[in-house]
């Protein structure tokens, strides 16, 4: 049988066969539960696997922080976080993802799962957009494990709430409280909020 194809708009990229995709990744709850997100098969992208996301949402949910939101989700990949704030009932999300295939397979995703219209997507730097886009209520972040330089990403951000998704303990960041943070297996996952935003904004469990 002949794979399917995607075309990045973007740049003119045409990725065939991208069903060849991880196993398993598909949205956890709300609208679209149950639905597959396709993934590509290269160690640029690391879907965050369903039990991660369905914790950090069940934490989201108990702030009351993804109703009708306006979501960030940089190093987007597969757009797996910001498809399931959109599932959700958020209310918009920008996507933001550097590499070819991925950005083929998110475009994808959105149109197959009919939410391309709440959706936009941006290739380009994450750091660079993370300070551009405003208006932001929410901030998720995924990138490669490794990643150090959370100050400079969040140099600029306004979002009220931040969700940051690392191999290790995020720790400290000026200008920021910790209002939250869990490990689930080898990932960590931090909440925070500005210093700037009213206390009270964002409840705790």
């Known amino acids: 049988m002949a794979g399917s194809t995607a075309i990045d708009t973007d740049n003119g ?75 959700r009932g958020a209310a918009h999300c920008v996507f933001v993802e550097s590499d070819r295939a991925a950005l083929a397979v998110l475009r994808t995703n959105l149109q197959q799962l009919g939410i391309a219209d709440k959706s936009t997507v941006i290739s380009g730097d994450a750091v660079m957009q993370a300070a551009q886009q405003q208006g932001v209520d929410l901030l998720i972040a995924d990138p490669p494990y490794g990643y150090k330089d959370w100050a400079r990403l969040l140099a600029g951000v306004t979002a009220g709430l931040v969700v940051l998704e690392s191999d290790r303990e995020v720790g400290d960041i000026e200008g920021w409280n910790t209002v939250r943070a869990k490990k689930y297996g080898r990932t960590h996952v931090a909440f925070l909020q500005c210093q700037t935003t009213p206390a009270g904004t964002v409840e705790g469990e």
């Not at 965050?48 to 108990?62: G, H, M, P, Q, Y």
């Not at 597969?78 to 399931?84: F, K, L, N, R, S």
């Open 13 to 87: 990229l045409t990725w065939t066969n991208h069903r060849r995709s991880l196993p398993g990744v598909r949205v956890v709850a709300g609208d679209l539960r149950g639905r597959r997100i396709e993934a590509p098969t290269t160690e640029a992208t690391r879907p965050t696997t369903d039990k991660v996301r369905e914790a950090v949402f069940n934490s989201l949910r108990s702030m009351d922080v993804v109703e009708g939101a306006r979501v960030l989700d940089l190093f987007a990949g597969t757009g797996a976080m910001g498809i399931e704030a959109l599932s």
